[in-house]
C-alpha cells in the first residue's frame, strides 16, 4: 500500500519551468487544459494559462496564473459572424485577419518570458511564437487527429463499417492537415521582428 502511494505522488522537477498554455475556442477547449496545468504545477512548475478574457475566472478559480488573449468565444458565436461560420460559411477575409492579429499580438505578449510553450489545435500559432522565442513547444490535442476510417473528423459519434464511407471519412481529416500545418513556410519565419510581421506570414495559410 505504501508502494502504491509513493509511485502516484508527483515526482519533483530537476529544475522548476515557466509554462504557458495557448488555448482558444469555447470552454470545452479550455477545461481539459487547466487539468494539464493543475498536474503541472502539482510537479512543481510554474503554469500559465492564456486564454480568452472571459474565462479569466474559471482559470482562476483553480489557483491557476491566467493571461489574456483577445477575444470573447461565447459572445463571437452568439453574433451574425458567429452564427455563420457555425452554420459553415466561411468568414470574410478581413473579418478573420482582424481577429487572428488581436490573438496573435495577445498570445505573443502572454508568452514572454516562457520557457516552454503548449499550444492546442486551434492556437496553432504557438508553434512560430516558441520558434521566434528559441523555447521548446509541444503540440496538445484532445481531439484524435490522426485519420482513421471509422469516424470522420469532429464525428466521432458516427462510427461506421461502409467501405464508401470509411474512404471520406479518413479523406475529412486532410483538410486539417493542410491548414493547420506550422513548419509551412518556415524559413520566412527568422525575419518578422514583431507580432505584426508574424500576423503577415500567417496570412499566407
Known sequence: MKKHLSQSLPIAPSRKLEITILTVGSRGDLQPYCALAIGLKRAGHEVTIATHENFEPFVRKFDLKFAP???NMQEFLQSKQGQRLIAGEKLKKEEG???LLQQLESAWSACQGSEVIIYTPLAIFGYHIAEKLGVPCFFASVLPLTP???F???KFAQI?????KKLINYGSYGSYAVSSDPVKNKRSLNHFPSSINLFILFKQY
Open 69 to 71: 488573449i483577445a477575444g
Open 97 to 99: 485577419d482582424k481577429l
Open 148 to 150: 482513421t476510417g471509422m
Open 152 to 154: 470522420g473528423f469532429l
Open 160 to 164: 461506421t463499417k461502409n467501405p464508401l
